[in-house]
DNA sequence: AAACAACGCAACCGCGCATCT
DNA sequence: CAGATGCGCGGTTGCGTTGTT
């Protein structure tokens, strides 16, 4: 089965948005609301595909985002949340109010890859990088001896106390319980019921009942930072 | 000042999923 | 139940800007 294109490319504009047809969108949206993607850009005047409307609206036409320079704190959450969920952009950009999901994802392939990296922490699975089996001939202990004296030569000054090896810790193992697991919603969980337990049981944290869970309904469990 | 490289970001593309008919 | 439709997501591309030689 063919699928039908979004929409009928040979009218509609395609690279950079225009101001027009920014105030176009915005105005549109304003006075009608998100929604039906797919009509919005015949409604609003606009030659342009359904999904691109969409797109430039939640990417840079909301106005509740937040653009500028992204923290140390956002930097921290952002490799967190990413270490535990991947590349779910969308469910990252969901702890960060006002940023989008494209723009941590650029975020991510510009800065943080690099600071990770830098680091010495392979950006996809959070751990220490290693040289691949087939350069290297030295047994694992031997080689970890080896960067562990490494180690200690590069950071001995007071400075910088913690060796490569605390600061690799810190960043794999932090402060998350990273063996998520599928369960039943916390209101079917009897024993937890009986200690008073509630919250975010798909992370199985154990939140106490009242405090709010990482994400407001109760379907959407997720880490907690 | 010009040429080139590197970087950063906006936008596009294709696919998967949910919902509708 | 199968096909059609629409939306949302992640990966990728293209282009403008900035830095370097």
């Known amino acids: 089965m063919g699928r039908s294109p979004c929409c009928e490319k040979a009218h509609t504009n395609k690279?950079?948005?225009t101001k027009e047809e920014d105030e176009r969108l915005v105005a549109y949206i304003r006075a009608h609301g998100e929604g039906?993607?797919?009509?919005?850009?015949k409604a609003a005047g606009?030659?342009?595909c359904g999904k691109s409307c969409r797109l430039r609206w939640i990417?840079?036409?909301r106005p509740d985002l937040k653009r500028g320079n992204f923290t140390e704190e956002d930097d921290d959450i952002i490799i967190k949340l990413h270490s535990v969920l991947g590349n779910k952009w969308s469910l990252i950009a969901g702890k960060l109010p006002g940023r989008t999901d494209?723009?941590?994802k650029n975020y991510w392939n510009t800065h943080i890859r690099r600071k990770l990296l830098s680091r010495g922490i392979d950006p996809v699975t959070h751990c220490p990088l290693r040289p691949s089996p087939t350069d290297?001939?030295?047994s694992l202990d031997k080689r970890s001896a080896k960067e562990q004296r490494e180690n200690n030569i590069n950071n001995n000054n007071d400075s910088s106390r913690s060796s490569n090896e605390d600061e690799r810790r810190q960043w794999r193992c932090p402060d998350l319980n990273l063996e998520l697991c599928l369960s039943m919603p916390f209101e079917q969980q009897p024993e937890a019921e009986k200690e008073g337990l509630g919250g975010c049981f798909s992370c199985r944290?154990?939140?106490k009942r009242g405090s709010d869970c990482c994400f407001s309904?109760?379907?959407q469990h997720s880490v907690h930072l």
């Open 136 to 138: 290297c001939t030295e």
């Open 102 to 104: 494209n723009e941590i």
């Open 46 to 48: 606009l030659l342009r």
């Open 205 to 207: 944290l154990g939140v």
């Open 15 to 17: 690279g950079a948005w």
């Open 59 to 61: 990417n840079y036409l």
């Open 36 to 41: 039906c993607w797919r009509s919005l850009p």
């Open 217 to 219: 309904s109760p379907e």
